[in-house]
């Protein structure tokens, strides 16, 4: 870890103490660190605590500029390899969502390329509080990546969410994000589809659904950058094709089938994001169909379905459904994970804020055959996807031992 540099911001909480401790355990690790406090901050753990543990200056203020040569804060902001925003108080939280730079952390937090993960500490009315959803929701947007805040009992007295997470915790997320072990992958091939199939009517005409494919792009590019070797079918063309990925774009439920089924043999891990038609015209037109009668029935058959198929003929591969659903999630879940033979299925409820079709965030639930459940928080649709992975990666493994 020792050509890492980590920016820890330090907003003003009474967590400020474990921020602390969370920098004396990455300069421990081999991390170069360089801290920021803002004035609240300073009122809790006095700077020199930070100089000593990171054996770097702290900075305090945007005007106190003692390097003649640079600009501290995007001097800062162009060192960091990864922004760590801990604790990340309302004020912080907000300012960064609105784009306000009054100081020097939310200053440089602006003027930084590098990620930047924010965990929260406060109160647990503050945490709930509609204004600091709605900004950490748009944090989430902007691809800040979020370390929840637990359960437990609050410096203010109350029992609820709102606690840091552990110093040891963070150290480990933050390890295991620059770690070349993220080659969990290495060797697999994975197999996703993503996106919606169109139905064709006639030649001007389709039936089609709202999924974006972000959440299977998201899962492709993920997969790669975690080593594997990953064949994508897809159903939009509006995102563009991840790096290292084959990309087969396909338009109906059918030609999805086929494409499939020619790569589900080789396929470790399939992974069925798609938001495949279930009903296709019986009858599609070889000209555009003219304007005449009042009303029109369409007559629509069943497409395949591609996940059960799979299911049936399954030999070694892993296999992940998803089910968008909007009431009875945990019960529809259950049974698709049980009727379609799949090992998983990662299931949302797309009525929910934040886990809804387009958006760049959602909130799953991962369901396993062995009748456990692991449900996740909102988080962003890469953060999503790593964990989808690193499940399955996991379940894989314990099936080799
Ligand atoms: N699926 C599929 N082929 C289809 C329909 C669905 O492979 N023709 C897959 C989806 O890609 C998803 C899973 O099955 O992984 C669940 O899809 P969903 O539409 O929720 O399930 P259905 O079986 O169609 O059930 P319903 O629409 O009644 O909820």
């Not at 150290?171 to 199939?197: D, H, M, W």
Request: hydrophobic content about 40%.
């Amino acid at each position: 870890m020792n050509e890492k540099n980590i920016l820890l911001c330090v907003s003003g909480g009474i967590a400020v103490y474990k921020a602390a401790d969370l920098t004396s355990k990455l300069v421990q690790s081999g991390f170069s660190v360089k801290v920021i406090m803002s004035s609240s901050a300073v009122k809790f753990v006095a700077p020199l605590t930070f100089q000593a543990l990171s054996r770097n200056e702290v900075h305090t203020d945007t005007f106190t500029e003692n390097d003649p040569s640079v600009i501290a804060h995007i001097d800062l902001a162009d060192w960091a390899d990864l922004v760590l925003v801990v604790p990340a108080t309302a004020n912080m939280i907000g300012k960064l969502a609105n784009g306000i730079a009054d100081d020097m952390i939310s200053t440089t937090l602006l003027a930084t390329t590098a990620p930047v993960w924010i965990a929260p500490a406060m109160n647990v009315h503050m945490y709930n509080h509609p204004a600091v959803q709605k900004n950490i929701q748009t944090l989430l947007e902007f691809g800040v990546r979020m370390i929840e805040p637990g359960s437990g009992y609050l410096a203010c007295g109350y029992t609820g969410k709102g606690r840091l997470e552990e110093p040891a915790v963070i150290l480990e997320k933050v390890k295991a994000f620059f770690s070349p072990g993220n080659s969990v992958l290495k060797n697999r091939t994975v197999l996703i589809t993503a996106g919606p199939t169109k139905e064709r009517l006639d030649p001007v005409r389709y039936f089609t659904n709202r999924s974006s494919g972000k959440m299977g792009y998201a899962l492709a590019e993920q997969a790669a950058l975690m080593g594997a070797n990953v064949i994508l079918i897809s159903g939009t063309d509006i995102l563009p094709d991840p790096k290292n990925v084959t990309c087969i774009h396909v338009e109906s439920a059918e030609d999805m089938y086929q494409e499939v089924m020619k790569h589900a043999d080789a396929a470790d891990i399939i992974i069925k994001s798609a938001a495949v038609a279930d009903y296709r015209p019986k009858q599609v037109l070889d000209s555009k169909m003219k304007k005449s009668a009042d009303q029109i029935i369409v007559e629509l058959e069943k497409t395949t379905d591609i996940l059960f198929e799979l299911g049936k003929r399954k030999k070694h591969q892993f296999i992940i459904g998803f089910a968008a659903e909007t009431n009875h999630v945990d019960e529809y879940a259950k049974e698709k994970l049980k009727r379609k033979n799949a090992d998983m299925i990662v299931a949302n409820n797309v009525t929910l804020k934040g886990a809804g079709f387009e958006g760049d965030t959602n909130i799953v639930t991962i369901y396993h055959k062995d009748g456990t459940a692991k449900e996740l928080p909102l988080m962003s649709k890469t953060d999503t996807a790593k964990e989808i992975l690193r499940e399955a990666a996991l379940k894989l493994g314990e099936r080799k031992t």
